[in-house]
């Protein structure tokens, strides 16, 4: 790769990790425990969506990073943080791996972004469902088991963020498909 290249590539990964911290400001928190509904995978999405699972990734890690910074982070373990932020925002860059070519039909493009989005967010998932079942237990309600609980805990709010997603991705897709889609 080119050193402008590299260098334009660096700028795109900042920007979109500072649009994913700044939109997880923005978000709906209704959750007592963590969690919001939030566009804060969008910028995500597209870097992955735009350059591939590294660069998805290693937005996704800032954004993890960045956002404790700024927010009052709900942790009990350094290893539940790890999971719950730099981790579990990681992993939402393997979108990355269906990222397409602008050039490839528009029917393919919005395939690949459902797909790529809900294999980002359940990655995101398993890493906050992990967390939950192993610190978290304590909260599930008598008589529910802990990975149940955990599970719809976590899936409350992350399937109507990536559903969210999907919808704006999808509309930038059709109406700008080069801010979403490599050339």
């Known amino acids: 790769m080119k050193k402008n ?14 649009v994913g911290v700044i939109l997880d400001l923005l978000s709906l928190r209704l959750w007592p425990n963590g969690g919001s509904i939030s566009l804060a995978m969008v910028p995500i999405f597209l870097i992955a969506f735009r350059r591939g699972a590294g660069p998805g990734l290693i ?8 956002q404790p910074l700024l927010i009052a982070p709900f942790y ?8 719950d932020y730099p981790a ?3 992993l939402v860059g393997l979108a990355g ?7 490839t039909n528009k029917r393919k493009r919005l395939t690949m972004i459902a797909v790529g989005c ?3 967010s359940l990655f995101r998932l398993v890493s906050h469902f992990i967390s939950g079942v192993i610190w978290f237990g304590d909260m599930a309600p008598e008589g529910t088991p802990v990975a149940l609980y955990s599970f719809l805990y976590n899936a409350s709010y992350l ?7 999907i919808i704006v991705l ?6 700008a498909p080069k801010m979403v889609h490599y050339e």
């Open 5 to 18: 290249n590299r260098l334009v590539l660096l700028v795109e990964i900042a920007l979109m990790a500072a």
């Open 59 to 66: 937005t996704g890690l800032l954004v993890g990073v960045l």
């Open 76 to 83: 009990v373990h350094p290893i539940q943080f790890i999971l």
């Open 88 to 90: 579990a925002f990681m």
């Open 97 to 103: 791996l269906f990222h397409v070519s602008v050039n």
């Open 118 to 120: 809900v294999v980002g």
């Open 159 to 165: 399937l109507p963020t990536a559903v969210v997603s």
């Open 170 to 175: 999808g509309l930038l897709s059709n109406t």
